[in-house]
């Protein structure tokens, strides 16, 4: 399964893919990268990988359709059958969703469908939860509201603070991300009559 990887930053769940990738537990080949950010690392590590990678920047365009549709000419440039949002900062629009519609997912360092949107893990550690984790789920219209897949669990320790949350819940990213997409890409976990189906 061939798939355009979005990112807007230093993409790390992008290098997690790709190691996986190398080492055959992820049965996807990465077509693409995409980037709303010019500098952001996760282009770097794709030049790194020999993976081709292009930045877009919205601001180019005059509506959100507009930059979406240049995605768009990238991912089927490069025959891209699946779009893995992986630290993509930024809302999708109708205009992605239309032309992938079951076909996008996104990873949140949240249990969903608690704390939502932006710092997920400092919204957990401020509301004091005892567990946090992260969540891979299909993308819909809304913030993180897509169908969940899968969610790994970590303790929320007494003395954490941000970073050191953000990093337990970083590794369960690491490891859940590609094992959705490989699952993804050996037809055992889609999107059936708006209900996720997995199979074992
Ligand atoms: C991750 O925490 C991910 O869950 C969130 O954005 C962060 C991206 O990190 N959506 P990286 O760019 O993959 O290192």
Redesign the pocket.
Known sequence: MKIAVL?S??????QAIIDAIAVGSCAAEIAVVLSDKADAY?LERASKSGIPNFSVNPKGFENKAAYENKLLEYIRQYNCEFIVL??YMRLVGETLLAAFPGRII????ALLPAFPGLHGQKQALDYGVKVAG?TVHFVDCGMDTGKIIAQRVVPVLQDDDEDSL?AR??EQ?HSVFPYVIDKIAKGEIYLENNKVIIKE
Do not use: D, F, K, Y
Request: hydrophobic letters at 35%; proline letters at 5%.
């Open positions: 990112a930053g230093r993409g790390s769940n992008l996760a992986a630290g996104n990873i949140h360092p992260c953000s819940i970083l990213e």
